[in-house]
């Protein structure tokens, strides 16, 4: 597979995971806060470059991929991811500019689990959603040990490292992320746009 087809089938775990959080959702009740951007504004948050290729071909597509590139290369550690936009001095709440394109941490978190030492599902999510939300919750974290479909953080992130596991290996933040997958599309772009074509026979 080259990489555009790679995203393509990136886009396909996208919507299954998709599916999969919105029947939780729809169970559950639990949901993250309006207006919360407070794992958004956080810079620590990492990510693979392979889930923001679709992000990166969206740019290129575009013809928005070199400013990117060019804002990216201007933020610092300590700031937050580009996509997000904030409407409080701290960063606290705003709002995804992308949504269609986030990258799997954005669609997995508060939406997934992982397995405790104990062999206990676990739901992945932040302070605020467990104390605001305590009642949906606590029935939450019951109901997947008790056979509620949630899905596995582990397991689409697997599902990534099939496609291509060199870009999904890595973990990093979340902006440095996004930046690799744009180089990596625009290199792309640039030697399958810049290949000569075959000679033709002319006898």
Partial sequence: ???????????KVFDQLDQDVKAFMDVSQLTCISGCGKCCSNPKVSATVMEFIPLAFDLYDKGKAEAALELLESKTADDWCIVYKSFSEDGSMGFCSDYHNRGMICRLFSSSYRTNKHGQKEIITCKNIKTQKQTQFKTAAQAINEGL??????????????????????????????????????????YTENQEPEATDTF
Avoid: C, W
């Fill in 149 to 190: 479909h949630l899905p596995s953080s582990s397991g689409y992130y697997a599902q990534l490292f099939n496609i291509d596991h060199g870009l999904t290996t890595d973990q990093m933040p979340i902006n440095q992320a996004i930046q690799k997958a744009i180089e990596k599309v625009l290199t792309y772009q640039f």
């Fill in 1 to 11: 597979m080259n990489l555009r087809e790679k995203s393509a089938e990136v886009r």
